[in-house]
């Protein structure tokens, strides 16, 4: 019987989500071994042509190339998943967003008139549709290797939607905000780090994306309670996963209130 026929593809991006899929080692090399990795430049020179059975997406559309490639993706795959806060949130080159892209280019190359890139950096969902998004900035190597199981048993893959902070009173953590007044965006972020940095008395900044349900206008309340400005909730905000609907329009909305007082 033949082998499903995987493929990893790169947009714009760090390539740090393709290494935790390299670093999953031992387990990688169980998944390896029921599917046919037929196109993963970063780890082989095997670049085959689809249709793939499952194609994962790293990196977010920032050029008119990236937009026509994607398309062509999604037309060879049966079964695409989007993987890290680049594919699934337009990454923090998505912070350009924000900005004039051509300023930027101006500062960062000596010759951009030979540059060619849209004026936003969007996640693959903007453009095509997507069977699974894995979060992370970078992804839980653990989760990957768990949804392509799931995928090769015929079941749907899930991650778990609950906050970071459930993770905290799971592993005992003490909370940093109460017990330091650090600030945390942990209620507010879906869980797949097991509550990393608190558990370094670190706040967390958001890198898995906004949690299920996640009440973004009551924490920025309790954040002000305690001190921060709007401003700096917005910045705090605008990280890895700044586009993504939940954390975009709750930073939109504390930069507007912020303008509206100063008048
Ligand atoms: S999500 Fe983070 S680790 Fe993954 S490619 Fe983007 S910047 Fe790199
Ligand atoms: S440290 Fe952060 S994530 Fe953990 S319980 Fe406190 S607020 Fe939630
Ligand atoms: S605690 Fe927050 S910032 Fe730290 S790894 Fe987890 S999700 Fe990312």
New binding site residues.
């Given amino acids: 019987m033949c082998k499903p026929r995987l493929a990893v593809f790169k947009f714009a991006s760090c390539d740090g989500c393709q290494l935790s899929l390299l670093d999953a080692e031992d387990h990688l090399l169980a998944v390896a071994d029921a599917v046919e990795i037929v196109y993963f430049p970063e780890a082989t020179s095997r670049m085959e042509e689809g249709p793939y059975d499952i194609a994962l997406v790293e990196g977010s559309v920032t050029t008119p190339h990236d937009a026509e490639r994607i398309q062509q993706i999604r037309k060879d795959a049966r079964y695409l998943m989007t993987i890290g806060a680049c594919a699934t949130a337009g990454g923090i080159q998505a912070l350009r967003n924000w900005a004039d892209e051509e300023e930027f280019m101006r500062y960062v190359y000596a010759t951009p008139e030979y540059i060619q890139v849209l004026e936003t950096s969007t996640p693959i969902s903007e453009h095509v549709h997507v069977d699974f998004e894995l979060r992370g900035c970078p992804i839980n190597q653990y989760q990957l290797i768990e949804v392509i199981r799931s995928l090769l048993a015929g079941q749907t893959p899930r991650t778990p939607r609950h906050s970071?902070c459930l993770d905290c009173k799971r592993r005992g953590t003490v909370c940093v905000t109460v017990a330091q007044g650090t600030a945390c965006?942990?209620p507010v972020?879906q869980s797949?780090?097991h509550?990393?940095?608190?558990s370094y008395n670190r706040g967390?900044?958001?890198?898995?994306g906004p949690a299920l349900q996640a009440n973004l206008v009551s924490l920025s309340e309790q954040m002000e309670r305690e001190g921060a400005s709007k401003a700096e909730i917005a910045h705090k905000l605008k990280n890895f996963n700044a586009y993504s609907p939940a954390f975009r329009n709750e930073s939109t909305r504390l930069v507007q209130l912020e303008g509206d007082q100063r008048g």
């Avoid at 509550?195 to 608190?198: D, N, Q, S, T």
């Fill in positions: 970071v965006l942990g972020t797949g780090c509550a990393l940095c608190p967390c900044y958001g890198c898995f």
